[in-house]
């Protein structure tokens, strides 16, 4: 799947044409032939997932720090409600179930996050949060519950949980760790969405 020269495009300087051009050619299709094996997966759900490659339009000057790939029920985009995200750092690859903040403000979407505050700390203890997908951060699952409470205090703040292989660990074993943790935040997602 991912391999050393992959977490290199991001290690080394480069202009945003020519890590643009790495992402396309070289990142994007492992997102692509990923999606393949997860969106099975989702559509057992009864919905019709959607994998959403990140294009980077907006970018004019700085190149991406990261990319990534989401799956969300929905043809139009996944940031206004809870999706899966594979993504790759520098460093790491991750596999996140993201709430983020462009769901606020939803008061109903904040409660059912406080209730299912044991449903994130019952999670595997390799599990990881985040309170933002644009940094490279992640916090214990023992934070959930301050991470929950930020969720619906502040307005910049999203409740991220999922798994991170760090690039010294990638090997052939990927896919499969990936694949489980997804069916691990499964269920999550499902008392999330109803």
Do not use: C
Not at 88 to 93: F, G, L, M, Y
Request: hydrophobic share 45%.
């Amino acid at each position: 799947m991912f391999t050393k020269a992959d977490f290199d495009i991001f290690k080394t300087d480069m202009t945003l044409e020519a890590r643009m051009d790495a992402i396309k050619n070289i990142i994007d299709p492992k997102f692509e032939a990923f999606a393949q094996q997860v969106l099975p997966i989702l559509n057992e759900d009864g919905q019709t997932w959607t994998a959403h490659v990140a294009k980077h339009l907006r970018r004019t000057v700085y190149p991406p720090d990261n990319t990534w790939v989401a799956f969300a029920p929905n043809k139009r985009g996944y940031k206004m409600m809870p999706h899966f995200e594979l993504g790759i750092w520098e460093d790491n690859v991750y596999l996140w179930l993201a709430v983020l903040e462009n769901m606020k403000p939803n008061a109903e979407l904040v409660q059912r996050l406080v209730d299912l505050t044991p449903d994130y700390a019952a999670l595997p203890d390799h599990f990881v949060l985040s309170a933002d997908h644009m940094v490279n951060v992640v916090q214990p699952l023992a934070q959930v519950p301050a991470l929950i409470e930020r969720y619906g205090q502040v307005k910049k703040s999203e409740v991220i949980v999922g798994l991170r292989i760090a690039d010294v660990d990638a090997d052939e074993t990927m896919p499969a760790q990936l694949l489980t943790a997804l069916r691990e935040l499964i269920p999550l997602y499902e008392k999330l969405r109803s």
